[in-house]
T-cell receptor, first 115, second 111 residues
Framework: AQKVTQAQTEISVVEKEDVTLDCVYE???????LFWYKQPPSGELVFLIR??????QNEISGRYSWNFQKSTSSFNFTITASQVVDSAVYFC????????????FGKGTMLLVSP | KAGVTQTPRYLIKTRGQQVTLSCSPI?????VSWYQQTPGQGLQFLFE???????NKGNFPGRFSGRQFSNSRSEMNVSTLELGDSALYLC??????????FGPGTRLLVL
């Protein structure tokens, strides 16, 4: 069975600080996909990134970067120079390659960025 | 392209009633998935439909059901509502078995 663990329940930072959100996953499949979603107070899950299991290259998109390490089954997310608008709940999710989409989510990390 | 839309956005029901939620996927997307989000259980997968066929189902009682129409729009139904069914119900669509894009959700309160 697959599982996603986000050990950090809540993180509080001051604006402009860097913050890393941790994600550890478990799966028996060799082909799988990892995702990060952002959920602002409005409730909608906003897609941030998707990584497949064969692509361990780190990715940077503006202030966001992701570090995928298969050796430690981790897919961590770093926000550089955080802003108040980054305040939200962030979810890491896993999908196995079975021909259909079923996401297994972690419990989420609430990020609070204060001015 | 318009995003995933869900109606209604908010709903209040009483125990024992039934409810139907609707989801319109992104144009061209044929897969629709439903998730339930509660403070205690987090985000849990309900079911997934593709071309009017249910391809996968989560671990929920039979009171939860769904269907998909030929235009890919989907509905989910919950019968005999219980207090524990109060949740945010999220619908997601995808064009392939890859990235799912979510709608704004329907907040259901059961009294």
């Amino acid at each position: 069975a697959q599982k996603v663990t986000q050990a950090q329940t809540e993180i509080s930072v001051v604006e402009k600080e860097d913050v890393t959100l941790d994600c550890v996953y478990e799966t028996r499949d060799t082909t799988y996909y990892l995702f990060w979603y952002k959920q602002p107070p409005s409730g909608e899950l906003v897609f941030l990134i998707r990584r497949n299991s064969f692509d361990e290259q780190n990715e940077i998109s503006g202030r966001y970067s992701w570090n995928f390490q298969k050796s430690t089954s981790s897919f961590n997310f770093t926000i550089t120079a955080s802003q108040v608008v980054d305040s939200a709940v962030y979810f890491c999710a896993l999908s196995e390659d079975k021909g259909y989409s079923t996401l297994t989510f972690g419990k989420g990390t609430m990020l609070l960025v204060s001015p | 392209k318009a995003g995933v839309t869900q109606t209604p956005r908010y709903l209040i029901k009483t125990r024992g009633q039934q409810v139907t939620l609707s989801c319109s996927p992104i144009s061209g997307h044929r897969s629709v998935s439903w998730y339930q989000q509660t403070p205690g259980q987090g985000l849990q997968f309900l079911f997934e439909y593709f071309s009017e066929t249910q391809r996968n189902k989560g671990n929920f009682p039979g009171r939860f059901s769904g269907r998909q129409f030929s235009n890919s729009r989907s509905e989910m139904n919950v019968s005999t509502l219980e207090l524990g069914d109060s949740a945010l119900y999220l619908c997601a669509s995808s064009s392939t078995a890859e990235t799912q894009y979510f709608g704004p959700g329907t907040r259901l309160l059961v009294l």
